[in-house]
Structure formats: C-alpha cells, structure tokens
C-alpha cells in the first residue's frame, strides 16, 4: 500500500478517537496501544475502510486487508461501550 494512503487510512482512524494525526507519533513503540475505541467505532471504521480499499482499488480482498490492519494497528477495545 502507498504511503498516501496509509497516510489517509491514519488520518481517519485517528480522527475517530479525536486526535490529530502525525507521521512522528506512529513512531512510537506500539503507539497503537495508547488509545481505545468501542467495539461499535471500530466496526464503523472498518466499514470505512473495506469501502475505500475498494474504491481505490487497493485489493479485492478489501474485507480480510481491513481486519489485518486493525490487528496490526488498530486502537485496542474498550470492554461494554
């Protein structure tokens, strides 16, 4: 995947937890672990994010592309929100 858009991806997941993203602070060891979101936010951004795999053309397999990079980088989940 291009830099632009895991560039693009970050700026939106970030902005779902109210940050702003920065290129120095994904830097950071395992700084995917220093914020969390709820189940619910995590299914919506996925839902984003398999939808603009698909319109960029990234991948067919836009669905198993978006939940590895959830694994590998997603915010962890905040338990009964």
């Given at each position: 995947?291009?830099?632009?858009?895991?560039a693009i991806i970050l700026t939106e997941m970030f902005k779902r937890v109210g940050l702003v993203y920065s290129p120095e602070f994904?830097?950071?060891?395992?700084?995917?672990?220093?914020?969390?979101?709820?189940?619910?936010?995590?299914?919506?951004?996925?839902?984003?994010?398999?939808?603009?795999?698909?319109?960029?053309?990234?991948?067919?397999?836009?669905?198993?592309?978006?939940?590895?990079?959830?694994?590998?980088?997603?915010?962890?989940?905040?338990?009964?929100?």
């Amino acid at each position: 995947m291009k830099k632009d858009h895991i560039a693009i991806i970050l700026t939106e997941m970030f902005k779902r937890v109210g940050l702003v993203y920065s290129p120095e602070f994904t830097k950071q060891d395992e700084w995917y672990r220093q914020h969390t979101w709820t189940q619910e936010e995590e299914t919506d951004f996925k839902k984003w994010l398999v939808q603009y795999i698909k319109k960029n053309k990234l991948n067919i397999r836009a669905e198993l592309e978006a939940g590895i990079f959830l694994l590998d980088y997603g915010w962890m989940t905040r338990e009964g929100e």
